[in-house]
């Protein structure tokens, strides 16, 4: 059996974000549905930034957020995902290494350029995104390491790979190799409308066991469940996966386990500056909580500890030390 | 006689700020002096990049910040400053052009990539800067059109420019253009380090009225007359220099105009975040307000109010509309 070498292995598609604030007549102006994620061609990218404000450059990804969270708690990590050897995928592959996390993928030398997200932050903290994925497009099968993907304890997946034509063959060959090695295998359902777009293959992963592990918030798992109950679709998630975890915002967290359901409390934020990583850097304290051997709702807390750290400012990476901020919180010795 | 279409014109290095966070001990390990701007090559610039930790990208350049901000106020503004067609540039000339600057400067399709200067922010708020020129190296006379100097009330000149190797050549043909229209000539000593690189220059240029306002701030005004005492160097300005602005950080700032002195307080801060900018934004706020016949006092107010405003945040772009700010201070009607 291959050793541990990672806590947590994230696979996903690399992002900058181009982080500018808005207002809702800019969203209507340009036909943005609030709140949500939009894949747009390069013309419409071009056209988006024209109309845009100044903004700041900072790396993003939502499985690559996660897996920094992860590092920045102390987990050991690495990450799968596709640049090219631009300008912006220096930038990507430097802040990911600088974050600790092992990223080791060969950067395209053709073909189109590292992927960008515009994130447009309304006065009220929420995020609208609207992702150019670019060289993220080209993550493919090949891109998988074996001995990698069974060396790591959790293999994490971003539903948006199933958007690029090839990624999900990525994700399917990791998760054969990470139960095949008994590693645990855990996806997060990563928007609403990416979940409207590949619904009956996310509830396929669920059923079949490819996926041990679900991360959603509750838009996400009622957008799975077609339903305006929150109720009815966690009575859904119940009889479909085996553990689960739901995200509410300020409601707090939802982990289903079988028969056990336990909630945890949101942590408390002065001022929610931009929700963008909310859920990825949730995931991240989770997940280095339950590598780490922590009952749920430590493993919950930890969670809601990052989610609340990266919503006090711009950006989906922590700009404080989360191991730091766990200890400050009695959350880790 | 050319009419009026800019309030002020800046001309200054085009540089994309890479900012990070870190300690003293990192700025000791890698021999750099705290507060300081360095010149650094391309060599220098990817040892510090692998070393420093994960970054946010946020356009910069001295003169740039300072036409931002005064656009922000509400002037009319352009700026000169030269990049690559690279992923960096775009990105500066989508930054400065979206705040509503005029930048028309094409931007080189081969030569060295677009500037870049790496700022490590200590836990103090301080900033240490190191910059590769890049293209901004390239700026020469060429870039000069007579007719934006002729129509700018003001043209601002960063004291960087005589860093590279032709762009001291510009500056002084864009001071003759602006003296011949009548117009006022305004520098910026930069930085001590940058005074010390070019002192007799310097000094040549406001005592022969090249320069018509020196902005400075203590440091670099003892630099220039080489004196640990502030009382000192001030005598010295205000026999050297007919009109000049000297920022003193937390003291506030002192206007010299002949035998005119009038000193204006500092703007209260919460907490200094990031003082990357300060100076900048102080002359943005002066110059606006000059170029709007506002008197000395108030025009300093301008200035202090945009300097608090930057330092609050990473970044040496204002977060704030500063035109907001400046009503909600009565200093705007």
Known sequence: MTAVRYDVLGLGNAIVDVITRADDAFLDAHGMRKGGMALIDEARAAQIYDAMGPAVEISGGSAANTIVG????????????????????????????????????????????????????????????????????DLHPGDIDAGTVAGASITYLEGYLWDPAHAKEAFVKAAAIAHEAKRMVALTLSDAFCVDRWRHEFLHLVRSGTVDL????????????????????????????????????????????????????????????????????????????????????????????????????????????????????????
Chains 1, 2 share one sequence.
């Not at 220096?90 to 997200?117: K, L, Q």
Request: hydrophobic share 45%.
């Open 70 to 137: 992860a590092a920045g708690f102390g987990a050991r990590t690495a990450f799968v995902g596709k640049i090219k050897d631009d300008q912006l995928g220096a930038a990507f592959a430097h802040d990911i290494r600088a974050a600790g996390v092992e990223f080791t993928a060969p950067p395209a030398t053709d073909g189109p350029s590292t992927g960008r997200c515009y994130v447009l932050v309304t006065p009220d903290g929420e995020r609208t995104m609207n992702t150019y994925l670019g060289a993220a497009q």
């Open 214 to 333: 679900l991360f959603a918030n509750a838009n996400e798992l009622q957008s799975l469940y077609q339903t305006s109950d929150f109720d009815t679709a966690l009575t859904a998630l119940r009889a479909d996966a085996r553990f689960a975890v739901v995200t509410r915002s300020e409601k707090g967290c939802v982990v289903v386990d079988g028969a056990q359901t336990i909630a945890v409390p949101a942590f408390p934020v002065a001022r929610v500056v931009d929700t963008t990583g909310a859920g990825d850097l949730f995931a991240a304290g989770f997940l280095f909580g339950l590598a780490r051997g922590a009952a749920y709702d430590k493993a919950a807390r930890l969670g809601a500890l990052a989610a609340a750290e990266v919503i006090s400012h711009i950006g989906a990476r922590p700009e404080a030390s989360l191991e730091t901020l766990a200890r400050e919180n009695g959350l880790l010795a």
